[in-house]
């Protein structure tokens, strides 16, 4: 039995795994949408929203009194970093591979200034799992985009059909 064991191994050791989660939650920071396989996209979900949350409660105390919270801010960034390990400082690139305007923006910094501002009135449920129809070449595995929610949108989920009508008893 398989009883209270959390999470997918996804075939890799724990180094592994945590290496493995910790370079897609870079890419979709940086990218907001990545494809990757159905198994990884669901694994990854809370690993990125843990550190989602710690942007938004940092965000959440600055505005509340920058001065009186800064150690308190500092800490949930710091935090952010040992989770993201020692690739924290890599630079935040668009789809062709060159560095944003700015040249000196991080991937942690992105973090904690735009998404968890992004998300300051958000409570939980910042990405999005969408399963895509065509299969992975190779070994067909199947496919999904995991995406960050923009400002303001709601998830909604779709319905297949109208669930049938309930049946008329009969009158005998």
Do not use: C, W
């Amino acid at each position: 039995m398989n009883h209270r064991r959390r999470g997918r191994k996804l075939n890799r050791n724990a180094s592994h795994r945590l290496a493995l989660f910790r370079n897609l939650s870079r890419a979709l920071i940086t990218h907001e949408s990545i494809r990757t396989t159905v198994p990884k996209a669901k694994e990854l979900r809370p690993f990125i929203e843990k550190l989602i949350t710690l942007a938004k409660n940092a965000a959440v105390l600055m505005a509340a009194d920058p001065v009186a919270n800064r150690v308190a801010a500092l800490h949930l960034r710091r935090q952010a970093m040992a989770k993201l390990g020692p690739m924290h400082g890599t630079g935040v690139y668009d789809k062709a591979g060159d560095l944003v305007e700015g040249g000196n923006d991080t991937v942690l910094k992105k973090l904690f200034n735009v998404l968890g501002a992004r998300f300051v009135d958000r409570p939980g449920g910042y990405t999005r799992v969408l399963k895509l129809t065509y299969r992975r070449l190779g070994d067909a595995g199947e496919t999904a985009v995991i995406e960050l929610m923009k400002e303001g949108e709601v998830k909604t989920k779709v319905r297949g059909s109208e669930p049938a009508p309930a049946p008329t008893p009969l009158n005998s």
